[in-house]
């Protein structure tokens, strides 16, 4: 993916948060770009099986880069499958209410022109949809709702 094609993701990620009521949104978002997936990746779900290339925080002070290994070990601790023993942290995401951390991905879609990107914000606020990148707008065009909560 390249840098005009990830601005546009990011971008268009800042605007649906900023879109939300202030009470109602998560205070910061962990971004994650992955490396490509196949189309039928792309319409099935949010985890994607490639890895993460580059992650970033968004909160009120922007959107800040930060190391992927940040991301995945957030998710790893989330996932709450890597303790041995005892009880794992209690999650912090459920299917009402705010979101403490709001979660959003996207990644190229193999053998296309298209990118699959996500985002969940709330209980059931989030959205999975394929884009494709407009270079004269310098932003992305959505060519197709996959899910909704």
Request: charged share 15%; glycine share 10%.
């Amino acid at each position: 993916m390249n840098d005009p094609h990830r601005q546009a993701c990011l971008g268009e990620l800042l605007q649906v948060w900023k879109q939300i009521r202030e009470e109602s949104r998560p205070p910061s978002v962990w971004i994650a770009e992955h490396g490509p997936v196949t189309l039928a990746v792309a319409t099935d779900d949010y985890t994607y099986p490639s890895p993460v290339m580059n992650a970033w925080l968004l909160n009120d002070h922007g959107v800040e880069r930060r190391d992927p290994q940040e991301y995945v070990r957030f998710m790893t601790v989330q996932s709450g499958i890597h303790w041995a023993w005892g009880t794992p942290p209690r999650g912090i995401f459920s299917n009402t209410g705010r979101h403490p951390i709001g979660l959003a991905g996207f990644a190229p879609i193999a053998g296309t022109d298209l990118i699959v990107l996500h985002y969940i914000l709330g209980g059931l606020w989030g959205r999975g949809s394929h884009y494709r990148y407009d270079p004269l707008a310098n932003a992305l065009e959505c060519t197709a709702n996959i899910w909704l909560s």
